[in-house]
């Protein structure tokens, strides 16, 4: 039972637009998520986390809404750039933090 | 943040054997977590690596098939026993730093043949 659910594989976008990159939980436990990215041949690289006490937090470039009573989040991307091109993996975890479950992930393309 | 190199970084194998995979973190940690992903999937963890203790495992994975070690807060190692073709995947070694932040590893690609 996947708790954690991406349910776009992949994603183009053209640079200098906007991605919108979605993940859906299904435990109403989870307290906190986190965002990766993924190179081919690297492990997945931490980019931005929320906790269950927020609906939004930004860094740069990048931003993440969470919907707890929809049990939804996205990672917004603005503007994308050609570098974002990668597997992004949203994970989440319960308080404290022993257990981490990852989505399938998304593939994104930016096209130049 | 925190800086983990893992050895070997890639390696194929013949079913039946062992392979030891190695992970060293460059700063004290107290969670590290050994994940698998397998081609096409999310990653998946298989345990929890205690300093000084028997390692935590996951649903579907045991000790006497993943037998971990973590001899110190810096070093740990997952060994995948007898291997079979269904044992090929990418194996991560994560590190909980101290600012919530989930550091990975480079991974070890593994192939069995």
């Known amino acids: 039972d996947q708790q954690v659910k991406q349910n776009s594989p992949s994603l183009s976008v053209q640079e200098g637009r906007i991605s919108i990159l979605n993940c859906d939980y299904t435990?109403?436990?989870?307290?906190?998520f986190l965002w990766y990215k993924k190179y081919p041949a690297e492990g997945p690289t931490f980019l931005i986390s929320?906790?269950?006490?927020?609906d939004k937090n930004e860094d740069g470039r990048f931003t993440v809404f969470l919907n707890k009573s929809a049990k939804h989040l996205s990672l917004h991307i603005v503007p994308s750039q050609p570098g974002d091109s990668a597997v992004y993996f949203c994970?989440?975890?319960?308080?404290?933090?022993?257990?981490?479950?990852f989505g399938s992930g998304t593939k994104l393309n930016v096209k130049p | 943040s925190a800086v983990i190199s893992q050895k070997p970084s890639r390696d194929i194998c013949q079913r039946g054997t062992s392979l030891t995979i190695q992970c060293q973190v460059d700063s004290q940690v107290t969670m590290m977590f050994w994940y698998r992903q397998q081609p096409g999937q999310s990653l998946t963890l298989i345990a929890t690596a205690n300093q000084g203790s028997e390692a935590t495992y996951e649903s579907g994975f045991v000790i006497d098939k993943f037998p971990i070690s973590r001899p110190n807060l810096t070093f740990s190692t997952l060994t995948v026993s007898n291997m079979s073709p269904e044992d090929s995947s990418i194996y991560l070694c994560?590190?909980?730093?101290?600012?919530?932040?989930?550091?990975f590893g480079p991974g070890t690609r593994l192939t069995v043949t």
């Open positions: 435990n109403s436990m989870f307290d906190y």
């Open positions: 994970a989440a975890s319960g308080y404290n933090f022993n257990k981490f479950y």
């Open positions: 929320i906790s269950s006490i927020k």
């Open positions: 994560s590190v909980w730093g101290d600012s919530y932040e989930q550091y």
